[in-house]
């Protein structure tokens, strides 16, 4: 997370707060958007030495900006709230929300930030290596968020990098009703203590689940975030597929077989295929297996947005395997 400054004249922002844009959101988005810097290798190094890579790209990034930029491409109309520098990573991220049609008006740029970037190699697996600067020098404090625009939402989904922003967000959503999706990915234990009893549907990343739940088997973490007070606790387990407990009780669901290119922002697609599905009012287990394939898509092309599906080629997917039974109603 990002820490407070004391000179109040070198935080101001760039961006604009507004309550009112062009279109209400269907999905808003709060977290991390950072700037990847993409590079593909043969194989990730075991030991310091110097690697050649294959290529190199410039892509956006961050768990709650790449899952907004998901729920773009599927059709959804989605604001993305968050913070970063006044620089020219800032600018870039800004501008690529703007070309996959993500609202970025509440996309704060601190005049003294320094904006978060990412490190990423890449092998030949698709598998990662991942370094990332979370940011510096903007504010924490989240009370200049555009609330009222929640109340149009169908979903609001936030990740674990600005706890302040997703305490504030997820405290209105639950006193408006809107279901709230939590990217839970590695974060202190007060973090989860904050989110969990506003959350109605955690998604954790593997490692995640064992930073929450150290010590204990996936089903006993699943039951500790639930006691946390969740409504349903899920976990993504890579080319495992996903495995969930809610009121029903255990319930999981396999991956779809694709050949991997790079796995950069696949639990990313994930999380935002899934919101869009809840937004859809799919119920839990077509709304996992359709985040599932969506992620899996996403692995076929390198770079981490890249490859995140449209609905319609979303759809012809799951044709392709059988999975699209008449379960997913068509969104509203």
């Not at 760039?14 to 043969?42: F, H, K, M, Q």
């Not at 892509?59 to 729920?71: D, Q």
């Not at 202190?188 to 064992?210: K, N, W, Y």
């Amino acid at each position: 997370m990002g820490t407070d400054i004391s000179n109040k004249n070198s935080n101001q922002p760039t961006g604009n707060s507004r309550e009112e844009s062009a279109l209400p959101p269907e999905y808003i988005c709060v977290g991390l958007s950072t700037l990847d810097y993409i590079w593909s290798v043969p194989a990730i190094p075991d030991q310091p030495t110097k690697v050649f890579a294959n290529s190199h790209q410039q892509v956006g990034g961050g768990m709650a900006a790449n899952a907004a930029v998901s729920i773009a491409r599927l059709g959804g109309i989605v604001d993305f709230w968050g913070r970063a520098g006044d620089d020219s990573a800032g600018h870039a991220m800004r501008e690529m929300m703007s070309e996959e049609s993500v609202n970025a008006d509440n996309f704060r740029l601190y005049e003294s930030g320094r904006s978060p970037v990412a490190a990423i190699m890449v092998d030949e697996r698709g598998e990662r290596l991942i370094s990332t600067f979370r940011g510096a020098g903007y504010p924490s404090e989240a009370d200049w968020l555009p609330l009222k625009r929640i109340s149009a939402a169908k979903v609001v989904l936030a990740d674990m990098r600005w706890l302040a922003g997703a305490v504030l967000v997820f405290e209105k959503a639950r006193a408006l009703q809107v279901p709230t999706v939590l990217d839970a990915d590695l974060a202190e234990p007060a973090d989860f203590a904050h989110l969990l009893p506003l959350t109605d549907h955690a998604v954790f990343s593997a490692p995640g689940l064992e930073q929450f739940a150290p010590g204990l088997s996936l089903d006993d973490g699943l039951h500790k975030a639930r006691e946390a007070g969740c409504g349903l606790a899920a976990v993504t387990l890579g080319e495992q597929g996903c495995r969930w407990l809610d009121a029903s009780g255990f319930n999981e669901c396999a991956s779809f077989p694709v050949d991997v290119v790079d796995t950069t922002g696949a639990g990313d697609t994930f999380h935002g295929a899934y919101a869009y599905a809840i937004g859809c009012h799919y119920d839990a287990a077509s709304s996992m297996r359709f985040a599932a394939a969506a992620a899996a898509m996403k692995c076929r092309k390198a770079g981490g947005r890249a490859g995140i599906p449209t609905l319609a080629e979303l759809q012809n997917f799951l044709q392709q395997y059988g999975a699209w039974d008449g379960a997913f109603p068509d969104p509203e």
